[in-house]
Every structure is written in structure tokens, then in C-alpha cells.
């Protein structure tokens, strides 16, 4: 079936470092795909989207570019702040309209 | 208030006791999902129903029961809790139709249960 895999973390960067957690993909076809964060004590909330290939989501200073060629949607943000502390999940779109979520990369800013 | 919530946001119970999260949308979305959410596992998703009275089963959905009477409520039940079922459960909603972002979920603020 589809799967997502992403870096473990934690992801340790101290502020204005810059910023890469991996996410591949394994999927049938040309799935819409994901990032999603979640904050200390609360849900997940979508930060970027890619619904084809070689499009590019942004949102708040990250970045996704969605590669076909390698499976991959890797988030990149060029200066990270403290407040970017949270945990980041990968996800997919399956044919079947479900959403199938990385495990997810804790990511700590240190001041 | 607009939006999706969950209720109660905290929970201990023991094991054997029949519990129910509740899920609410204001926002008339066809679609709603259950998700657990656990450290190693990521988020799994336990049931989700594509509309009032239509419901399925997601990747680990024995233990539970859900239902869906109204677009709006989709509540959660264990029927006999288990400490393996002590988790943070997430409710999601999201739309359906090509006008909007497919794919795109609203995520209540999550329950966080625990069975003694």
C-alpha cells in the first residue's frame, strides 16, 4: 500500500540555521501530497501542499517541491525561529481519499 | 464557535469502561476521520465516515465503534477500554468536491485518554 517515510528526529537547529527534513514517498500514481504541523497541545494544521509534479508549496517561509522523479516532497525553510518548534508530519492523498501520514519529525529551535 | 472540537480534551478511565469522544464540525464537511495518534506510530486512522450515516474502517480500527447520524457529530466509542488504547485521538474533517482543496483536513485539538 502507500506509505510515507520521513527523517526521525528530533531535528536539534539553533535559530536562523536552515532547515531540511526529508520526506519520501511510496505511492500508485501521482498522489496530491503534504505537510502538516502540529504545535505543543494542539492538532495538526496544513502548512503546504503539492498536487503535481514539480509544483511548489510555501507557506510561512517553508517550502516543498514535489519530485516526481525521486518520490520526494522535502520541507526547507532558510532561517528557522523559535517559534518553528513542533512536529512535522509528511503525508499523501491516496486514491481512495485518505490522507496516509509520515510518522512525523519533532523539530526543536534553540534560541 | 466555528470550527471542530472534541470533547472531553482529557480523559482517565480503567479498563473494561465503555467510553465516547465526541466530535463536532461547524462547517458541514462531508468527510470525518478518527486518528490516534502515538509516539513510533505517527497518526493512524481508526474509522472515517464520507457522510451521514456511511462509515469505514481505517488501519486500526478493532475496539472501536463509531457512528454518524448527523454531518456534524461523529463520536468515537471504546467499548471496552484497554491500556493499549490510552493514546491522543484526533477528530478531522474536511470537504469534498473539486472547488475546494482536496485532501485538505481540519483537525480538532485532540483528546488525550488514558486507561488504568
Known amino acids: 500500500g502507500d506509505s510515507v517515510t520521513q527523517m526521525e528526529g528530533p531535528v536539534t537547529l539553533s535559530e536562523e540555521a536552515f532547515l531540511t527534513i526529508n520526506c519520501t514517498y511510496t505511492a500508485t500514481g501521482y498522489p496530491s501530497l503534504f505537510w502538516y504541523v502540529q504545535y505543543p497541545g494542539e492538532g495538526l494544521q496544513l502548512l503546504l501542499k503539492?498536487?503535481?509534479?514539480?509544483d511548489k508549496g510555501s507557506n510561512k517561509g517553508f517550502e516543498a517541491t514535489y519530485r516526481k522523479e525521486t518520490t520526494s516532497f522535502h520541507l526547507e525553510k532558510g532561517s528557522v525561529q523559535v517559534s518553528d518548534s513542533a512536529v512535522y508530519f509528511c503525508a499523501l492523498r491516496d486514491r481512495d481519499d485518505k490522507i496516509i501520514f509520515g510518522k512525523g519529525t519533532r523539530l526543536h529551535i534553540l534560541p | 464557535d466555528a470550527g471542530i472540537t472534541q470533547s472531553p480534551r482529557y480523559k482517565i478511565t480503567e479498563t473494561g469502561r465503555q467510553v465516547t469522544l465526541m466530535c463536532h464540525q461547524t462547517?458541514?464537511?462531508?468527510?470525518m476521520f478518527w486518528y490516534r495518534q502515538d509516539l513510533g506510530h505517527g497518526l493512524r486512522l481508526i474509522y472515517y465516515?464520507?457522510?451521514?450515516?456511511?462509515?469505514d474502517k481505517g488501519e486500526v480500527p478493532d475496539g472501536y465503534v463509531v457512528s454518524r447520524s448527523k454531518t456534524e457529530n461523529f463520536p468515537l466509542t471504546l467499548e471496552s477500554a484497554t491500556r493499549s488504547q490510552t493514546s491522543v485521538y484526533f477528530c478531522a474533517s474536511s470537504a469534498a468536491g473539486l472547488a475546494l482543496p482536496l485532501g485538505e483536513q481540519f483537525f480538532g485539538p485532540g483528546t488525550r485518554l488514558t486507561v488504568l
Open positions: 503539492a498536487t503535481k509534479a514539480d
Open positions: 462547517w458541514s464537511h462531508s468527510y
Open positions: 465516515s464520507a457522510a451521514a450515516d456511511i462509515t
